[in-house]
């Protein structure tokens, strides 16, 4: 069995729904966990657009709460999937040489938007992009 961390910046919106998409298509050949970089919503439930807009995928992320990578969760993992450059650049930062080779974007070259702030499309489009970006991870973890 693979295990897979998904990384955003609070594990409130990106990650929590990368995490159950992931679990989703690889069923039991992987264990996905996500973690934020900041523990500014620590034990918080998703953002409710993000929950609302995973529902229309037939995903459910009320159980998530969020919380802050650990080094723990680093060692833990067989590859690490950021969110976005920035998220990438400071797990390199926080992961050091030891974890360099498991440490990637989800979606290659490309960053997955933050829809914080913005409204419900934003929300929806993450999704879709994060589903679609499954494919690229399942099979060849």
């Not at 989703?24 to 993000?50: C, E, H, Y």
């Not at 609302?52 to 067989?78: F, S, V, Y």
């Not at 390199?92 to 974007?105: D, R, S, T, Y």
């Not at 999704?127 to 973890?141: C, D, K, P, Q, S």
């Amino acid at each position: 069995m693979r295990h897979v961390l998904t990384v955003c910046l609070g594990n409130y919106c990106r990650s929590p729904f990368a995490q159950v998409a992931l679990t989703r298509r690889g069923g039991t050949s992987v264990t996905v966990r996500s973690a934020g970089l900041i523990g500014k919503w620590q034990d918080q439930p998703a953002n409710p657009s993000m929950v609302n807009a995973a529902r229309r995928l037939g995903l459910d992320l009320t159980p998530h709460r969020a919380q802050q990578i650990t080094l723990e969760m680093l060692g833990w993992a067989d590859r690490v999937l950021a969110m976005d450059a920035a998220v990438l650049e400071t797990l390199q930062a926080i992961g050091g040489e030891a974890n360099a080779h498991k440490l990637g974007l989800y979606l290659p070259g490309r960053d997955v938007p933050d829809p914080i702030g913005q409204g419900d499309n934003a929300f929806n489009d993450c999704t879709v992009l994060i589903e679609a970006g499954t494919a690229l991870h399942i099979g060849r973890l």
